[in-house]
């Protein structure tokens, strides 16, 4: 599975950005799909999660509220609508899928793409 994200740019904060990450292949072997990110000199982190199946979804607490995950699974595509960006939602977004419910259910997915760059200045 390959996974290209795109989206990403420069926004003032309290602005909006969406990010979509499409898959290569279809989907009906994905359990679900996910987007972390990753600051300067930081771990990456778990941002949101969704069930490919079922549409569940899941968030970190930071971004609950402000950001939704959602997904067309006509078009094997992931969304992530990011609202009322703050300041410290600067990070390098990437889009992963896991092949499993174990893997999604640890947010360890199996399959990663490039990330895409979200800047918001104060």
């Known amino acids: 599975v390959q996974l290209q994200a795109s989206g990403g740019g420069l926004v003032q904060a309290g602005g909006s950005l969406r990010l979509s990450c499409t898959a290569s292949?279809?989907?009906?072997?994905?359990?679900?799909m996910a987007w972390f990110r990753q600051a300067p000199g930081k771990e990456r982190d778990f941002v949101a999660r969704?069930?490919?199946?079922?549409?569940?979804?899941a968030y970190a607490s930071s971004v609950k509220g402000r950001f939704t995950i959602s997904r067309d699974i006509d078009k094997n595509t992931v969304y992530l609508q990011m609202n009322s960006l703050k300041v410290e939602d600067t990070a390098v977004y990437y889009c992963a899928a896991a092949s499993a419910r174990t893997l999604y259910a640890s947010n360890t997915p199996n399959h990663w793409g490039k990330g895409t760059q979200v800047t918001v200045s104060s």
């Open positions: 969704i069930d490919w199946r079922l549409g569940a979804t």
């Open positions: 292949v279809r989907t009906f072997s994905t359990y679900g």
